[in-house]
């Protein structure tokens, strides 16, 4: 079958030939119509994600969108090694697997599964977030960070506050308040703690690195005592390390955690985005897309990240 196969860590996949994958007990085979190139999937193919197997020759792709053999259409997630998501066909456990809303098409499914799964798990699986209640996005701008900001209130938040560089784009996605990301840490920190002051209860952060470190800061010197933040770090956009004292922790009700795969079942992802999906057929959720066709993937690779989500598309749809 053709696919696009990464020879090596850290090499481009090309476009070629790939044994076909056999279904086992328990997984479901997948004639794959469109699968979507994500930070995720760079990071796996690149050996670089924490996730990765490490086991080359392999096929990229993490998920993606196709049809069983009995005709349903369904999304897809984290298919057995070495055969990823872009390819003719893959295999992938029966629990990672979810039906696409009749109002959603392949190539909108397969780009908006996984920056909206970030926030979607973010919320429901990680910060138990509840109706009424107010959430920070920090790193806002990005594909994923703009549905955070739509899937927050989706999911019944009352307030949303959203951080970037770009505040006129952070007003454009209909955030109650924005707080602009200037390299003054000073004056960040500053702005973090009006809003803190005020009562945030969940923060969901993409970027870590220096915004992280004086937003923390901030919730150390404002938040009332006993008063709980469930902080949710999903990216780190911005570095990958920060300079946390412990005293922050110890002086605040501040609930640290990750979201992500290993923090979240993978059953529990493929549900959660099963449902992002069906919120998203008739929910506005919007992301930019970019249909190539598979046998172009190591152009598309190479070009690097853009404001619109690739999506490789392979066979009928």
């Known amino acids: 079958m053709k696919a696009a196969i990464v020879r090596a860590a850290g090499q481009s996949p090309v476009y070629g030939d790939f044994a076909e994958p056999i279904p086992g007990p328990g997984e479901n085979r997948v004639t794959v119509t469109a699968a979507a190139l994500s930070p995720l ?66 190539v909108t499914a397969a780009a908006i599964a996984n920056p909206g799964m970030s926030s979607w798990a973010a919320f429901k699986e990680r910060a138990k977030l509840k109706s009424g209640e107010t959430v920070l996005i920090n790193g806002a701008t990005g594909s994923a960070g703009r549905l955070a900001v739509r899937i927050a209130r989706h999911l019944g938040a009352k307030r949303v506050i959203a951080t970037g560089r770009n505040v006129e784009a952070l007003r454009a996605l209909g955030a109650d308040a924005t707080i602009a990301l200037v390299d003054d840490e000073t004056a960040l920190e500053d702005s973090f703690k009006l809003y ?91 992301i930019a897309v970019r249909a190539v066709p598979l046998s172009e993937v190591a ?8 404001a619109a989500r690739t999506v490789f598309t392979i066979g009928a749809r």
């Open 41 to 106: 999937a760079r990071g796996r193919a690149a050996g670089a994600h924490y996730s990765v197997s490490g086991a080359f020759p392999a096929v990229a792709g993490v998920d993606g969108v196709g049809r069983l053999d009995d005709g349903q259409r369904v999304y897809f997630l984290l298919p057995r090694a070495p055969w990823g998501a872009m390819a003719e066909r893959a295999v992938a456990p029966v629990g990672h697997c979810a039906p696409v809303p009749d109002g959603l098409d392949d």
């Open 196 to 286: 803190l002051a005020d009562g945030i209860d969940v923060v969901v952060d993409y970027l870590w690195g220096k915004s992280a470190e004086r937003l923390l800061a901030a919730a150390a010197k404002v938040l009332p005592d006993g008063a709980p933040l469930r902080y949710v770090e999903v990216g780190a956009a911005s570095g990958p390390t920060i300079a946390l004292p412990g005293a922050v922790l110890r002086s605040k009700a501040i609930a640290l955690m990750g979201s992500g795969l290993g923090s979240v079942l993978s059953d529990r992802l493929a549900a959660d985005i099963g449902e992002l999906l069906q919120a998203a057929a008739t929910g506005g959720f919007a």
């Open 299 to 306: 152009q598309a690779w190479g070009e690097g990240e853009s």
